[in-house]
């Protein structure tokens, strides 16, 4: 079965700080992979999907950037943190026809 | 422009009775619907899903319609129970495979 793996579930860092979250799937092969991001009490908002390797959409002009280095792996980076933005973030995969299945996010609060 | 929104921010039921959360759409070419639902916490669980060739879906006490006339989705919850208090999101896959989500709506059950 196929399964996601997002860490870490929290994550406090100072403002300047540089940022990785990892996001890996087990269980499938060429999968659309997405980053999403929550403010509190507030819709999904996304930020990137990558349809194949080295294959990245932005959606938003942001402070961040996405990578996926190999067919499973997607990874939100930014190398400058700044307070907007903390939120919650959400990595999820889909097939290429079928509904997207979510990580249990990462709790970002920047300092 | 792409956008899914939803009606109403907050909805308040009693046990027992029947929920209903709409959810209106402004692209048209899109195939495929999806409703999850989001617990405090945690990421986004899907409930049902309905491709753009039907207007009804049916699943275990949930029930999703579709008019594409009016670009409108709703999800119905039959004897809604206090389990059921979560935040519910529409999302629509459009050109691309992206994932776009409304904004959601609290369903609180009152017991």
């Known amino acids: 079965s196929q399964t996601i793996h997002q860490w870490p579930a929290t994550l406090v860092q100072p403002v300047g700080s540089p940022l990785s979250l990892e996001c890996t799937v087990e269980g499938t092969s060429n999968p659309n992979l997405y980053w999403y991001r929550q403010a509190a009490g507030r819709g999904l908002q996304l930020l990137f999907y990558?349809?194949?390797?080295?294959?990245i959409s932005s959606e938003v002009p942001q402070n961040l950037s996405a990578s996926r280095p190999q067919d499973r792996q997607f990874i939100l980076s930014s190398k400058k943190l700044l307070l907007s933005d903390s939120g919650f973030y959400l990595c999820a995969w889909s097939p290429q026809v079928g509904q997207a299945f979510f990580g249990q996010g990462t709790r970002l609060t920047v300092v | 422009g792409e956008s899914v929104g939803l009606h109403l921010p907050t909805l308040s039921v009693q046990e027992g009775d029947n929920s209903i959360i709409n959810c209106a759409y402004s692209?048209?070419?899109?195939?495929?619907f999806i409703w999850y639902k989001q617990e405090s916490g945690k990421g986004p669980q899907f409930i049902i899903d309905i491709r753009s060739n039907m207007d009804k879906r049916q699943g275990q006490r949930v029930t999703v319609l579709l008019n594409k006339t009016v670009k409108h989705l709703s999800l119905q919850i039959a004897a809604t129970q206090p389990g059921d208090s979560a935040v519910y999101f529409c999302?629509?896959?459009?050109?691309?495979?992206?994932?776009?989500f409304g904004q959601g709506t609290e369903l609180s059950v009152k017991p």
């Open positions: 990558s349809v194949g390797i080295g294959q």
């Open positions: 999302a629509r896959r459009s050109q691309g495979g992206k994932l776009i």
């Open positions: 692209n048209s070419a899109s195939d495929y």
